[in-house]
């Protein structure tokens, strides 16, 4: 089906659809699962991030509709599977529907406001290339930083960062979920080596195996 094909079609059925391809995306994944309290549902355990100091945690979608709460100035509490998409308001489900199961970053930017994007922010959730993040699972355990986003984001060893693209090829990592073991500030010149940018000069350690 082409792109011209699905926006001709009712809007149920596009929805319907949607939701479909995002599930069997999800279906791909060969890694581990987890149950989603919000939603009451089975989803990648690499997709869950926390939400408080307790270490409770939720899954991508859930931790999506609550940043549309918070944008409205909704404290929303959270009980079992009350923020899976058919209990949501008609308004927030069909921004799921429609925007979120077809592209997850294209959503967050249409509707994030500054509440959203301090969210991720305080949950260290950052959008990267795909293939700075492929990079990174291969042999280059580091994330390097602007001064800008140490401000925003806030690196902090033994906290965990949560590098994230929604350009992944079939078969390569989305999202990449590590503790920081240790924070450097490098010279502009070797930052350029390292990303093309001599702003990126603060060197997250982030490796794979954590045995502090």
């Not at 409770?56 to 931790?63: G, K, T």
């Not at 409205?72 to 925007?99: C, T, W, Y």
Request: glycine share 4%; net charge positive.
């Amino acid at each position: 089906m082409t792109p011209e094909e699905f926006a001709k079609l009712p809007a149920a059925k596009r929805r319907q659809i949607a939701e479909a391809v995002y599930r069997e995306m999800l279906k791909t994944e060969n890694g581990p699962t987890k149950h989603c309290f919000g939603c009451g549902e089975d989803f990648p355990a690499r997709t869950f991030c926390e939400i408080n100091d307790n270490g409770d945690e939720l899954c991508e979608r859930c931790i999506f509709v609550l940043a549309l709460y918070t944008q409205q100035g909704i404290k929303k509490r959270i009980a079992a599977g009350n923020l899976n998409p058919h209990m949501l308001n008609s308004h927030f489900r069909k921004i799921v529907e429609e925007d979120f199961y077809l592209n997850q970053k294209a959503a967050y930017e249409k509707h994030r406001g500054d509440m959203i994007r301090a969210e991720e922010a305080k949950q260290r959730i950052i959008w990267i290339a795909a293939d700075e993040i492929r990079k990174i699972a291969a042999d280059f355990p580091f994330y390097l930083m602007t001064d800008a986003e140490v401000r925003q984001f806030n690196p902090t060893e033994g906290e965990e960062l949560t590098l994230r693209t929604n350009a992944a090829e079939v078969g390569q990592p989305d999202t990449i979920r590590r503790r920081i073991y240790a924070i450097r500030r490098i010279p502009a010149r070797a930052a350029r080596k390292y990303t093309g940018s001599p702003d990126r000069r603060n060197v997250c350690f982030i490796p794979e195996v954590y045995d502090r």
